[in-house]
């Protein structure tokens, strides 16, 4: 099948979408990525998948996404395609108009519960507006697949849909061959609302070690001037975007990865983050909440130190125990060898090409 896949987001970064696309190549489907062309954005890294981004006038807030929405719709019209997949629901509404206009098959991908996403949650009118959305979109597209059983859940209960459960697991491969750092403690991901990036920041003022932060978001720039106001700031790095594979080689010298959501929206507490399977493959344990998902996994194999909620005293207290008790640490970083031979690419990209194989999507 040729396949257009639409994202709202640096096409670079993408690991997820990076992993999908080359599997469902290596199935020998035809596959385009779309997503932002953003202002000083870097050259787009060379791809097996063919990659387009869509140039931007407005960079940030509403307009930038309807300005998005309206360009996708315009290219849809016109590329040559079998099936439109809408990653998340902010490009839902033109993928589903195009192939409703083209009679083109389409398929969900809901890496978020997105009506639940924190800076959704706590803005009623936007929320209203993403709802009204996801209620006229979702239950019209029966095909789909999320990210933990959780969310499955709640489409299921809230629009009668049966989407599959295809985790965003790294690749299974040789961890890197690196010098461990000492009392390094790392944080991957969006810097955005609701990652508990604040309160950990206080937490580092009674934790000897270094908190080394990747990733951009909507309040990098506010937690940047957070951290220049303590006195603690240079025991913190606070380094933007960083490409895929610098953090492929980065996150094995850690000590600790920090995987943490504020219960501002169901999303945050159905999630099962990037960076949690990300910590997992690299061989070093987490600090995580103790939401359904991740208690999950933790039952199997004890890989983390869950807390209940992101608070200062909750953080400083689990780092602490991480760094300072050597058996309980070996003993994580011994479930986690373990743990990725089983949560891994290898196995979730099975399960993606079955779904793709669907009579109903490919016949």
């Not at 979408?17 to 997503?35: D, K």
């Not at 954005?41 to 300005?67: C, H, M, N, S, V």
């Not at 209203?128 to 979109?137: G, H, I, Q």
């Not at 594979?245 to 010298?253: A, G, I, R, V």
């Amino acid at each position: 099948m040729k396949i257009v896949f639409t994202v709202t987001n640096e096409l670079n970064f993408d690991q997820r979408m990076q992993r999908i696309c080359t599997s469902l190549i290596g199935a020998n489907h035809q596959v385009t990525l779309i997503g932002w062309q953003l202002k000083n954005a870097p050259t787009l890294t060379q791809q097996d998948f063919q990659q387009k981004r869509l140039p931007l006038f407005f960079q940030k807030g509403k307009l930038r996404y309807i300005e998005t929405n309206i360009k996708l719709l315009w290219f849809l019209l016109f590329v040559k395609c079998d099936l439109i997949g809408a990653i998340d629901l902010d490009t839902i509404f033109p993928c589903w108009l195009v192939a409703t206009i083209r009679g083109k098959k389409i398929v969900y991908d809901a890496h978020e519960y997105f009506t639940e996403l924190e800076e959704i949650v706590r803005r009623p009118m936007i929320k209203k507006v993403w709802l009204a959305v996801e209620k006229f979109c979702v239950p019209k597209i029966k095909n789909g697949y999320t990210i933990s059983n959780s969310y499955a859940n709640l489409f299921h209960k809230n629009y009668g849909v049966n989407y599959e459960v295809i985790r965003n697991i790294a690749l299974l491969k040789p961890i890197p061959v690196v010098e461990k750092m000492k009392r390094i403690i790392l944080y991957q991901g969006a810097v955005s609302e609701g990652r508990g990036l604040f309160q950990l920041v206080d937490a580092m003022k009674m934790v000897d070690a270094k908190l080394i932060i990747c990733g951009q978001g909507n309040v990098f720039e506010a937690l940047k001037n957070f951290i220049a106001q303590k006195e603690w700031q240079h025991k913190i790095e606070l380094k933007g975007f960083v490409a895929p594979q610098e953090l492929f080689q980065l996150t094995p010298q850690a000590m600790v990865g920090i995987t943490l959501f504020e219960t501002k929206g169901l999303s945050n507490y159905y999630s099962l983050a990037n960076r949690f399977f990300d910590y997992l493959h690299a061989g070093i344990p987490q600090l995580c909440n103790a939401y359904p998902e991740y208690v999950s996994i933790n039952q199997q194999f004890e890989i983390a130190t869950l807390i209940e909620k992101p608070t200062t005293e909750l953080i400083t207290t689990a780092l602490n125990k991480m760094l300072d008790d050597t058996a309980f640490y070996d003993h994580l970083c011994k479930n986690c060898l373990q743990a990725r031979e089983v949560f891994n690419w290898q196995t979730e990209q099975k399960k993606l090409l079955k779904f793709f194989e669907r009579k109903e999507l490919c016949g």
